[in-house]
């Protein structure tokens, strides 16, 4: 596992988080990610886009053009049954592999 | 899975939406970036500055979005780009594959479609495979009772009808017109299963004896003569001077055998007993056509027709005449004998696209043997091999398609041009039409060659291991089968040789044609028919008629002679009879096993000055030679030959018919002449006896101007209307033409073979001088060695010039054993030159010998001038 797949599906797994709670166009789920993580993560919008895209690609999540405020258009993305499904199944994974790491590292100490 | 898949499908749909839309997308989020930054209280231009930094390179951002929805159509038009980047930076490689698909693709494509219309496409009848055409003993027409014995006793058919072609007389226009007419039995057109465009069709009771007399007309002849409209059916026309109701209009492009655009119905003419039609004695050229019932075999139909030919002899005497019977397939009859010529051509356009893909295989071996390296080395550094298979696929298709395009333009355009040199006669020419079919065939034969050569060869170069690579870089590449490319040339010459020497014994038979002296000065001859028929046409006023428009013509301007006769050089004898000599009876030929006949040839005085064939003895017809004065003669030279071997033939007397059944008075013979080709100028002399035609009138006849200008074939027409404006003139043609056309089969064939043997030698030629170009190329290091150690440069000459001999020596013999064997499709083609004609062979042979020994010397010269020194440092 090299380190930008770890990266990559950790945000696939951050987004599908946030749009869990409600649908959400980009910049709410980067100001989310923000707010959620105490500042800690931050992704860069050259990652963030890609990874939406992706995610709908893999019909994971859903999106629409919605109109919004000041005459402009957003997508607005919702999350899919496939990719609430994804969602637990990682966060199960991702839960036992943090435990794990503790474990050892604990250990280790 | 599903919404992946519709999300994909999406994405494709909205793939130029989609990079618009991820603008927008990046706009709408630095909008609220910026907003954001003002609401914690940065001033404006801080607030977009600063989120233009967060977003980073937009145009990157916008970039790496869209990649993650290329879908594999991106990735197919990427391929594609390269492909046509790859080919466009061989040009020569490209170009001679084009032209090779072009040639291949264009040239059968043309061909095989004028074949395929001829020959395979069912006619243009519904289930013609039912359809057969009957006729008499030998191909002969029917007698009508024999033909209503046929309809009463045969059980094969669900209907037969007969038909026969005429010509007849329209009047009610400013002038009478002959049109070609066919008289046909009132169930014709449903046997055939033609369906009228208006009106309606024959019915029984239209043949009734009391019945109005009616027609059909051809969708042409409506169009043309009755202005298309609907209002016509119903209307009369004045058909041979009777008044015929005109009740149905038959579909465009309706043909049975030869074109006509006048029906009329048998049955009345039957009745009339025309032409002696009631008669058993009688010939005719009624033939018949049934439509067998479903599940009763062509050959089950043939078995019941002669049992019912055998028991109508016993019945009517073995003598009587219809006692056997022919029944053919009507398509088989319809092809008739055009089929040797479409067969030639047919197996010369094969070849052809024989020698383009065994062409087209070498070009792409050495394609593949070059590149071999560049393949080895993507797939050493990790390039799977489907993806290069998919590149050159996709390369292999773009080539592909283009020579298809391009083929299929060039056959359209040969195509145009064959139609248009075709013959008249060449049956259904103007149903040909580029043929889809065969296009298609065509071009995935090229393909699966191009495929087959072009990709294996490669797959199997990316499997070489690293090492082997190594070990052979030092060459630059792989070298192809050698079995495989001798294989290659040997066949290209085999063909070749074929395909030259059948185009020579053409050329022979052209040259042979064109040397034979007609017998007669056949230049600027222009030649009409006219008919004086009907009742107001007595002889005395026919015997008149003709002087008459003879002193018209002559009065011409441009005109030298003009002359009438019954039958025109070299399109054959009208009238064939029988005839006696003074004291000879019946019983004395028959011993002898054979009647004299000749070919009768009623002439006006000046017909022999007109065509200028010369007097051997005697004195030619003249004025004084009239109705009334002594009835003469005048002979060929070959009839007097053969009865009067060492007598004077003049001041004999012959006598038309048998001896027991005498026609017309005894004739003095006055003259003999020198032999005309009346039969064509590729058929035997025949024996002929000319008489006055004011002693032997006829109806129909042709007048023949001798011309010293050009001279309208109108104005000429013209003289003769102003004698009788009732008069039909028709068939102008000048007697060149009408020898152009006897020999337009052969001409085909001459220009297909000629073409195509040309083509064949450039490419084997072409194919040759690769190989060995290939061969050279490999082995300069070889030759750089060679020289450095002392080899002269006639020794490395000679080196690849054995190539070359090897291959003649192994593919003349293969070639003139081929064309040995196919040179029998041309028998019936040839004339005046044997189809082994060692000559013929011998030529071809020499020309392919010398064509590859050149081919191969170009190169190997090349060889010679490698310099020892860069070979060896390129090593």
């Known amino acids: ?109 | 899975m599903i919404g992946r898949l519709f999300a994909a499908l999406r994405g494709l749909l909205r793939r130029r939406r989609i990079q618009a839309e991820i603008a927008e997308e990046l706009r709408d989020h630095l909008e609220r970036e910026v907003e954001a930054h003002v609401l914690r209280g940065l001033p404006p231009e801080e607030a977009r500055r600063l989120a233009l930094r967060d977003l980073g390179g937009l145009t990157q951002t916008i970039e790496a979005t869209r990649a993650v929805r290329a879908t594999w159509l991106d990735a197919f038009w990427r391929d594609l780009a390269y492909a046509a980047r790859v080919l466009r930076r061989s040009p020569r490689f490209t170009l001679t594959a084009l032209i090779l698909l072009v040639v291949a693709i264009g040239s059968t494509t043309a061909i095989f479609s004028i074949a395929y219309a001829v020959l395979v496409r069912p006619l243009p009848y519904p289930e013609a495979d039912r359809l057969v055409f009957v006729a008499g003993y030998d191909g002969a027409g029917v007698i009508w009772p024999n033909f209503e014995e046929w309809r009463s006793r045969a059980r094969s058919f669900d209907s037969l009808a007969s038909s026969l072609a005429d010509a007849v007389i329209v009047t009610g226009g400013p002038i009478p017109r002959r049109f070609e007419s066919r008289s046909v039995t009132a169930n014709f057109f449903r046997v055939l299963g033609v369906r009228p465009v208006q009106g309606r069709l024959f019915d029984d009771a239209d043949a009734r004896p009391d019945a109005a007399l009616t027609a059909m007309v051809s969708h042409a002849f409506w169009m043309r003569e009755l202005g298309g409209a609907p209002g016509a059916i119903g209307q009369t026309l004045s058909i041979n001077r009777k008044a015929f109701t005109l009740i149905g209009v038959l579909p465009p492009g309706f043909r049975y055998m030869t074109p006509a655009d006048v029906y009329i119905l048998l049955e009345p003419q039957v009745a009339a007993n025309y032409r002696g039609m009631q008669s058993r004695n009688t010939r005719t050229t009624l033939y018949a056509v049934g439509r067998l019932k479903s599940g009763v075999s062509v050959t089950a139909a043939r078995a019941e027709m002669q049992t019912i030919a055998a028991a109508l002899a016993l019945k009517y005497g073995a003598t009587a005449k219809g006692s056997d019977v022919t029944l053919v397939a009507l398509a088989d009859r319809v092809v008739g004998d055009m089929a040797p010529t479409l067969t030639v051509v047919t197996g010369a356009v094969m070849l052809l696209l024989l020698i383009a893909c065994v062409n087209l295989a070498g070009l792409l071996l050495n394609r593949s043997a070059s590149r071999a390296h560049e393949f080895s080395i993507r797939s050493a550094i990790g390039g799977s091999r489907w993806a290069l298979i998919r590149q050159l696929l996709i390369e292999q298709a773009l080539l592909v398609v283009t020579g298809g395009v391009l083929g299929a333009l060039a056959g359209a355009a040969i195509l145009t041009v064959l139609v248009r040199v075709a013959p008249r006669e060449m049956p259904r020419l103007d149903e040909i039409r580029l043929d889809i079919v065969v296009l298609t065939w065509t071009t995935l034969f090229s393909s699966a060659c191009a495929f087959l050569f072009g990709i294996l060869p490669a797959v199997k170069a990316s499997g070489v291991s690293g090492q082997e690579l190594v070990v052979r870089s030092g060459r630059g590449s792989t070298r192809p089968a050698t079995a495989l490319r001798k294989a290659l040339m040997l066949a290209e010459i085999t063909v070749a040789t074929v395909l030259l020497s059948g185009a020579g014994l053409m050329v022979h038979t052209m040259v042979r044609l064109s040397r034979v002296d007609p017998g007669f000065d056949p230049h600027n001859l222009q030649t009409f028919m006219f008919s004086l028929t009907g009742p107001q046409w007595p002889d005395a006023r026919k015997q008149v008629f003709y002087d008459a428009v003879v002193e018209r013509l002559r009065a011409v301007p441009g005109v030298e002679n003009a002359a009438v006769t019954y039958s025109l050089p070299t399109l054959g004898s009208n009238w064939w009879n029988v005839f006696n000599f003074p004291g000879k009876t019946r019983e004395d030929w028959i011993s002898v096993g054979e009647f004299p006949n000749a070919g009768m040839v009623p002439v006006t005085a000046g017909y022999f000055e007109t065509l200028r064939i010369p007097l051997i003895k005697g004195r030619y017809f003249n004025r004084s030679d009239t109705p009334d004065s002594l009835p003469v003669a005048i002979v060929n030279s070959s009839l007097a030959r053969k009865y009067w071997l060492n007598e004077d033939p003049v001041g004999k007397q012959v006598r038309q018919g048998f001896p027991t059944e005498p026609f017309g008075p005894w004739r003095t013979i006055v003259a003999v002449v020198g032999d005309i080709k009346q039969e064509g100028v590729d058929r035997e002399t025949s024996p002929q006896v000319f008489m006055p035609i004011v002693q032997q009138p006829r109806t129909t006849v042709f007048a023949i101007a001798r011309t010293r200008a050009t001279v309208t074939p109108s104005s000429l027409e013209m003289a003769i209307h102003e004698l009788d404006r009732t008069i039909p003139v028709f068939n102008d043609r000048t007697i060149d033409q009408v020898m152009r056309e006897a020999s337009s089969r052969r001409r085909i064939a001459m220009i297909v073979l000629s073409v195509f043997g040309g083509v064949a030698v450039l490419l084997a030629a072409i194919g040759i001088y690769g190989v060995i170009a290939q061969g050279v190329a490999e082995r300069r290091q070889e030759i750089g060695v060679r020289m450095a150690l002392g080899a002269t440069g006639g020794q490395i000459l000679r080196l690849f010039l054995r190539h070359g001999l090897a291959i003649v020596a192994v593919g003349i013999p293969c070639g003139i054993v081929a064309a040995v064997a196919a040179a029998r499709s041309l028998a019936s083609l040839v004339f005046g030159v044997t189809v082994t004609d060692p000559a013929t062979l011998g030529t071809a042979a020499a020309v392919l010998t010398a064509v590859t020994l050149l081919a191969c010397y170009v190169p190997a010269c090349s060889a010679t001038r490698v310099d020892p020194l860069e070979a060896l440092r390129s090593e």
């Open chain 1, 1 to 109: 596992m090299n380190k930008s797949q770890l990266l990559q599906g950790t945000l696939d797994l951050l987004i599908l988080r946030i749009l869990e709670v409600g649908p959400n166009h980009g910049w709410g789920i980067s100001s989310r990610l923000q707010q959620m993580s105490k500042n800690r993560l931050k992704t860069s919008q050259g990652s963030l886009y890609p990874a939406l895209h992706r995610l709908e690609m893999r019909g994971e999540v859903r999106s629409e053009m919605t109109a919004s405020e000041n005459n402009r258009r957003a997508r607005v993305y919702t999350i899919t049954r496939a990719g609430r499904k994804r969602l637990n199944q990682e966060t199960e994974t991702w839960e036992a592999f943090a435990l794990s790491m503790r474990r050892v590292l604990g250990e280790g100490r």
